[in-house]
């Protein structure tokens, strides 16, 4: 044999032997890639929140609706509004399906605001769905129920009495309602930031700190349901809903609250992200079978009969959509007149007093 023909067959031989030495890694399911690992659940929240709960929940469950049955945990990772963590797993987590995380609802729409210190593409997370679409659930302007205001009437813009509430700070949801409930329902509200959860606020209104807090019936109930059973608290306001909760068939929503289309135009943009209220995501470039498996694994859990019980049970509301569901809600809302999505960032933006 020629040395030049000997070399070429050496090259062949070589190459056929690291194809096959590589067969097995490319070869690998889903359920031999998982069996062994752990999975991190990451939450842009503190402990103790409706995103923290239904986080571990979800971490409880999950594992066995997964080939391979990994284990699961969750790590907290609060920062910005929930951007640290929308960031880190868009930009700076494996890309192995090991890494998930349960985003804040409102995150998202920070990129369609043009927030500059977001670093990631909503379009481009793979969704793996949303435990929640509000079906059952209702963002509530909550006060104590031995504060004067009966009802919202009486803090309508020109009544004496005025209402402090609690909130978070960037991109929360409390501090988002209280200002809007402020500057375009025209309520005589006053919004004090810089708590850190729902836990917290409850905790100040029950020292009279402050009146109130915007907040969701499910983390009431998941959180403080002695309390709420005890009727600790009244409901002024639902938003979240387009059409009122049947339990609350005479607290008005945001939009029973004005005939301004402009306002309703805000309120439309403000509320999309509660159709899509505990959203969990991973970052793009997983390989597609994984990627398939934990969408499928996802929505599994959430239809699982028992798990829905539990979850009911515990206070959450479970009335799941899928990733094209989320992809749809998130079109939407890239469509809204760059004018609605201007007053709503002015809004949410404003700078507030922050609690001593």
Known sequence: MKPSHLRILTAILCVSTGLIAMAPASAQTVEQFYKGKTITVLVGTSPGGINDLTARFAAKHLARFIPGKPDIVVQNTPGGGGLVTANRIFNASERDGTILAKLERATPQLAIQG???????????????????????????????????????????????????????????NLIFGQIARDALKLNVHVVRGYTGAAPLFLAMQRKEIDGQMVGLSSVLSGQRDLWNKKAFRPLAQFGRKTRLAEFSNIPTGRDLTSDPAVLALLDFAESPFFMSLPFVAPPGIPADRAKALQAAFMQMCRDKAVVAEAQKLGFDMSAIDADEILAILKRMYATPREVIARYTAISTEKTERKK
Not at 125 to 145: E, H, I, T
């Open 115 to 173: 927030n500059p210190q977001v670093k990631f593409d909503p379009m481009k997370f793979l969704w793996l769905g949303s435990m929640s679409s509000y079906a059952d659930d209702a963002y509530l302007m909550l006060v104590n129920s031995d504060n004067p205001a009966k009802s919202v009437n009486d803090i309508k813009q020109g009544s004496a009495l005025k209402l402090t509430f609690g909130a978070n700070n960037a991109a929360s949801s």
